[in-house]
């Protein structure tokens, strides 16, 4: 299984910024994705999931309306739109399994001014 993260940088705050997930080695069309992180001297904390087909999904209260998980089944690749960012949304982003463990090494995203 590979899970490799792609599109993080520093933005300031009220900015954007699109996640990418490119994986492999399983079968992606079937497992329902998520995206976590990890913010400095803190804890994994879960973001948001998207199930197989992407007719669900669900997000952590504090980026509702601002972020969007998405997902193509023909790339294998898992993408998150961020908007509206927050200095409190600067963190590791992590593309995951629903076993969390399964993750990508992650991409960073600083939200600063």
């Known amino acids: 299984v590979q899970l490799v993260e792609s599109g993080g940088g520093l933005v300031q705050p009220g900015g954007s910024l699109r996640l990418s997930c490119e994986t492999s080695g399983f079968s992606f069309s079937s497992a329902p994705m998520n995206w976590v992180r990890q913010a400095p001297g803190k804890g994994l904390e879960w973001v948001s999931r998207?199930?197989?087909?992407?007719?669900?999904?669900i997000s952590t209260r504090s980026v509702q309306g601002r972020f969007t998980i998405s997902r193509d089944n023909l790339k294998n690749t898992l993408y998150l739109q961020m908007n509206s960012l927050k200095t409190e949304d600067t963190a590791v982003y992590y593309c995951a399994l629903d076993d969390w463990k399964t993750r990508g090494p992650g991409t960073q995203v600083t939200v600063s001014s």
């Open positions: 998207i199930d197989f087909d992407g007719t669900s999904r």
